[in-house]
């Protein structure tokens, strides 16, 4: 059985169609990707997943149960988590308060425990510290803790974010565009990452243009071109479909398409 299911959503703008008709899912500790040239509307689709757009067509199932349009805060609730394309860290937090704010979420403390600082609420900001701990160093960013945030690397604080995200405790985790703006060694390690966390069980949604990370870790990848689905399949398939090749990879690069499906 699936953990999310997307079924025929869309959404138009001003009477531009942005997301028509896409369909697909994803299952317990799969990685699948979405891809596609810019603009084909990968941001937007997460947006309507992740709540922070209502589609104006189709169905969201997460679990076998209706969340189309449901608040982020909810879907959290629910098992699902989401980075975004631009960080969204607090730079003058440590990386260990930024983790921490993510456990904060899922807690039903009393705000007047927290003001006095009753043993309770000290009990519990402990105990998300410790989580947060064991996260960063999950991420490899266990030497960081302490360090603000805005010290940090990029790539850094591309895994910060994961980890963050990791802390309000997902089934299915939306990542987009985890490696944009990292470096050939900060995206290997974004790739093992990304690939640890499924195998954990995660479930992962990624939108990420390194398509030779995509090949690697994808169980299964969709391809939007100008808002609807044009192909979807695993790593080898996708590589040698000609509307991709086409759309995404350009005229003429079948060969290069070859690579990556060697990769």
Known sequence: MSLLDVKNVGI????????????????EGEIVSVIGPNGAGKTTLFN??????????????LNNEPVTGMAPHLLARRGMSRTFQNLQVFPAMTALENVATGFHLQENGSLL?????????????????????????????????????????????????IARALAL????????????????????????????VAG?????????????????????IVVLDHGEKIAEGVPAEIASHPRVI?????????EEAAKYAEC
């Open 48 to 61: 309507m997943l992740s709540g922070v757009y209502q589609p104006q067509q189709g169905e969201v199932l």
């Open 200 to 220: 954990s069980g995660i479930a992962i949604l990624l939108v990420e243009h390194d398509m030779k990370m995509v090949m690697r870790i994808s169980n299964q």
């Open 169 to 196: 405790g997902p089934k299915l985790l939306l990542l987009d565009e985890p490696a944009a703006g990292c470096n050939a060694v900060e995206t290997e390690e974004i790739e093992k990452l990304v690939a640890e």
């Open 12 to 27: 138009s703008f001003g009477g531009l169609r942005a997301v028509h008709d896409v369909s697909f899912a994803v299952r």
């Open 246 to 254: 086409e759309a995404y990879l350009g005229a003429g690069a079948k």
């Open 113 to 161: 425990a927290d003001l006095l600082g009753l043993p309770s609420a000290r009990r519990r900001t402990k105990r998300s510290e410790d989580q947060a701990r064991e996260l960063l160093e999950r991420v490899g960013l266990g030497r960081a803790a302490e360090f603000e945030a805005g010290s940090l690397s990029y790539g850094s604080l591309k895994r910060l974010e």
